[in-house]
């Protein structure tokens, strides 16, 4: 029995990276190959090193030359290597292999396993950082057909020997996790970081799928974990549920940006997304095949009494995605903070929808205050890619006044600032908006539907209130009485 002294608290105890690989290589029914390229084999390293592999390797191999690599398993149509198709053809590659060469009759308690990463690390120039796809295809059964847990770094150290260090700590928490975390996916992320810094590398996609994930894990949430747990600033997930890799979406597009909590979506955001989009589409040098519209929401609209709700974030994606939107969730409260971000990307045409009151706040100093160059310095990150805003009118309730460019009133202090991005175009007003929907706000609609009032489907998306019926999204079954 442990010795415990007066005033030691609980704590978790982390197991060390050569305590996750010989608890593995022990396991007699655990079987795997490694397939690492780009930044040597430091996964498999860390399992040889840790004794009893020759029952848990099957193979290691690093194909690093492009032909051979290409000969084993094919060519990409891009002609690219660092992509989540090659990993892909990797662990379907390796994972065959075990399967064409054992005999299940004899093994019949294996369990199969591939990890694979294609990485590429930091360059000469220290320009570019580098940035990789790892993951697992595994059994833990072997009855069973294969789970996946896929991810995409980025690397934040500036030494190509760190980088490769750390990629192999992530790999074998990645191993250990998937085997002995796999019913708890959430605390599988977060210990995907045992032993690594936060600041030491990125994990900004994830997906898991196979049989004890299809059930049990929507990807939608676990990227919300990824920005929620501080592993990223931004994730992105597609119409069809699955997280999706911020550069695939951005890459070298023209961006315009909509945030909004979204809670439900209603007409008026739709309204100004179209009216909006069309205007961006208008300007120079925006070609519409390479232009992309993301529905942002941040983390501060998430909140509910300092708590992330997660049920009633899945309804907003479920409902954004059923409109087949592509959906960005970010810890970024300021705009110009957005707009760095898709700067990482691309540097072609950028633009952002809002509100009157969104623009309004955009130009308050309280948000600037921990910036050296205060306001300025903030403008600054926020116009200088010749980014425009389109501003949307809004309508006083009582006296039916619109408010738009023209007529809004900042603070007497940037007066004159804001005359001055007005006057050089960087505001646009969208004029052809539809003045009968103008009086709708999300929350009054929500307040409806939680009510069980029934006059609230005409100020939303037709299927909007679809999915909202089926799938009881809002809780809208409840009644006004069950709401006091």
């Known amino acids: ?131 990789g796809w790892v993951g697992i295809r595994y059994q833990v059964d072997p009855t069973e057909d294969y789970n996946e847990i896929i991810l995409h770094v980025r690397f934040h150290e500036n030494d190509a020997r760190l980088q490769q260090n750390t990629l192999g700590i992530l790999g074998t928490n990645l191993i250990y996790g998937a085997y002995y975390k796999y019913d708890s996916p959430k605390k599988l992320l977060r210990y995907l970081y045992d032993h690594i810094d936060k600041d030491q590398i990125e994990i900004d996609t994830i997906n898991f799928s196979g049989p004890k ?134 540097k072609e045409r950028m633009g952002l929808a809002m509100g009157v009151n969104n623009l309004i706040d955009v130009f308050d100093e309280k948000y600037y205050r921990h910036l050296s160059g205060g306001i300025l310095e903030a403008f600054g990150k926020l116009f200088f890619k010749d980014l425009k805003v389109y501003l949307y009118p809004l309508m006083n309730p009582e006296t039916g006044e619109i408010t738009n460019s023209e007529n809004l009133k900042v603070h007497p202090r940037m007066k004159e600032l804001y005359k001055f991005f007005k006057y050089n175009g960087k505001v646009v007003d969208v004029e052809d908006y539809n003045p009968e929907i103008l009086n709708i706000y999300s929350r009054e609609v929500l307040q409806k539907i939680l009510n069980g009032e029934s006059d609230w489907e005409d100020m939303l998306p037709a299927n909007t209130v679809k999915l909202i019926k089926e799938q009881k999204l809002f809780h809208c079954e409840n009644t006004a009485a069950e709401n006091v």
């Open 213 to 346: 994930f299809d059930d049990t894990v929507d990807n939608r949430l676990m990227s919300l974990q990824l920005v929620k747990n501080g592993m990223t600033e931004a994730v992105m997930f597609a119409p069809d549920g699955n997280n999706v890799l911020p550069a695939r979406i951005l890459y070298k597009k023209n961006v315009l940006a909509l945030r909004g909590s979204f809670r439900p979506v209603t007409k008026v955001n739709m309204d100004m997304y179209e009216k909006s989009y069309k205007l961006f589409l208008d300007e120079n040098k925006v070609d519409p095949e390479r232009s992309v519209c993301i529905f942002e929401i941040t983390l501060s609209n998430l909140r509910a009494e300092g708590e992330i709700d997660e049920e009633d974030f899945m309804d907003r994606a479920k409902l954004l995605c059923s409109l087949g939107q592509t959906v960005m969730i970010s810890n970024f409260q300021e705009y110009y903070r957005v707009v760095e971000y898709f700067s990482r990307f691309t």
């Open 1 to 131: 029995m442990p010795i415990t002294i007066m005033g030691d608290k609980e704590f978790e105890n982390v197991p060390s990276i050569k305590s996750k690989a010989l608890r593995i290589n022990l396991n007699q029914n655990i079987y795997g190959t490694f397939a690492e390229i780009g930044a040597g084999q430091e996964t498999v390293r860390n399992f040889f090193r840790a004794g009893g592999a020759s029952g848990t390797i099957a193979k290691a191999m690093s194909a690093y030359d492009k032909d051979f690599s290409d000969a084993i398993y094919g060519i990409e149509e891009d002609r690219r290597y660092v992509t989540e198709a090659r990993l892909q053809k990797m662990l379907k590659h390796e994972c065959d292999l075990m399967e064409n060469r054992l005999d299940r009759e004899k093994h019949p308690n294996k369990l199969f396993f591939t990890y694979a990463n294609t990485v590429a690390t930091i360059d000469f120039a220290k320009k570019y950082k580098g940035h």
